[in-house]
């Protein structure tokens, strides 16, 4: 029996705890703005959770030393973009949360969440997925099979 399930309404406080720890992991400060991020995102990604279709899914592990409580977390979308050559339907999955608990790590937690959000990605016809990674989690990525992309990325704030 697989210890991954997918993230349910009553888990939402817990996704949003490893998203911080992730978030902590990257930016050290929390990132900009983090002063009451939690309690605004909790209404929308309950909401979101509770849907079992749609374009984003949660998989988490359970603690196993502290009931109530998550070890590790992957989340992600499936996006649709106009069709190209080697994705013609133009669905890309983008994982943007990946978290372990600095407790629960080196478990083999946050590879069993990404198998189970790989699958997923499958089911809904990506053609490839997408994701930033930190050198630390790049081995991961990479043992899924992975490979760095030239990043053209730019970003704008509205």
Not at 8 to 25: C, F, H, K, Y
Not at 95 to 112: I, K
Request: charged letters at 25%.
């Amino acid at each position: 029996m697989s210890l991954v399930r997918r993230a349910r309404p009553d888990d939402a406080g817990e996704v949003l705890r490893l998203r911080q720890i992730m978030i902590d992991s990257l930016w050290g400060d929390g990132g900009a703005g983090a002063a009451g991020w939690q309690a605004e995102s909790l209404p929308e990604l309950r909401e979101r959770l509770a849907k079992e279709e749609g374009d984003f899914a949660a998989f988490v592990v359970d603690h196993p030393d502290r009931p109530g409580s998550l070890a590790a977390l992957v989340a992600g979308t499936v996006e649709y973009r106009i069709g190209k050559p080697g994705n013609p339907h133009g669905r890309v999955g983008y994982v943007f949360s990946v978290a372990t608990d600095p407790d629960a790590r080196r478990r083999g937690y946050a590879r069993a969440c990404m198998e189970e959000l790989l699958a997923w990605f499958r089911a809904r016809g990506a053609g490839h997925v997408l994701l930033n990674a930190s050198p630390e989690a790049e081995p991961l990525y990479t043992a899924l099979g992975f490979t760095r992309d030239p990043d053209p990325s730019m970003r704008l704030s509205l």
